[in-house]
């Protein structure tokens, strides 16, 4: 069972655009990391997000945790192709033990 | 060891026939996660381990499914009778509390034909 939605799957710009990509599910959250995986690696962690309406900022990626927990944002400012990759929201339940991982947006941003 | 390790990296097996997987967490790591990847897709939870309990054993597709962990450390995911649409990538991650940052390895390729 999936219960977190990304949007959209695919997405490919033009370098210096702007984007964002969405995570959704009707399930409240502890927190909620994001992760970058290039093609033949395992994913990496971006960033987590703990509280409800935090913003955290990682040079032009910025993360938002939406107030109720059940929702995430990842807008990234001035694309560069070094930003090509899939990305993943991953949801920890209640328990903090387990993780859910969104179904993924595969960025291609094009020099 | 420096980082999660996966063997075999790739593995072709025919139809039926079984196949062991095998993840070396880093060293310390209590959680031990399974996951499976379609090519560009999201991440299918498989199982869970806490040292070498799996509280969690709910994703695992069917009973050809198996897994264990020996020693807190080093973990085996068999599949047993291997069909065609067991075909992915198959993804290990460890973490020093469950609730910590998970670091992956590369996967295990998998391909029944």
């Known amino acids: 069972t999936q219960l977190l939605e990304q949007s959209p799957q695919f997405l490919s710009i033009q370098e210096g655009e702007n984007l964002t990509v969405y995570c959704n599910s009707s399930s409240v959250f502890s927190s909620l990391q994001w992760y970058r995986q290039e093609p033949g690696e395992g994913p990496v962690l971006l960033v987590t997000v703990v509280t409800g309406g935090e913003v955290k900022k990682l040079k032009r990626l910025t993360f938002q945790f939406g107030d109720a927990r059940k929702d995430s944002s990842l807008h990234i400012t001035a694309a560069q192709p070094g930003d090509t990759g899939l990305y993943l929201c991953?949801?920890?339940?209640?328990?903090?033990?387990?993780?859910?991982f969104g179904t993924g947006t595969s960025l291609t941003v094009i020099p | 060891g420096a980082g999660v390790s996966q063997s075999p990296s790739n593995k072709v097996t025919e139809k039926g026939k079984d196949v062991e997987l095998r993840c070396d967490p880093i060293s310390g790591h209590t959680a031990l996660y399974w996951y499976r990847q379609s090519l560009g897709q999201g991440l299918e939870f498989l199982i869970y381990f806490q040292g070498n309990s799996a509280p969690d054993k709910s994703g695992l597709p069917s009973d050809r499914f198996s897994a264990e962990r020996t020693g807190g450390s080093v973990s085996t995911l068999t599949i047993q009778r291997t069909q065609q649409e067991d075909s992915a990538v198959y993804l290990c991650?460890?973490?020093?509390?469950?609730?910590?940052?998970?670091?992956f390895g590369q996967g295990t390729r998998l391909t029944v034909v």
């Open positions: 991953a949801g920890a339940d209640k328990t903090g033990n387990q993780f859910y």
């Open positions: 991650a460890s973490s020093f509390t469950p609730s910590s940052e998970a670091f």
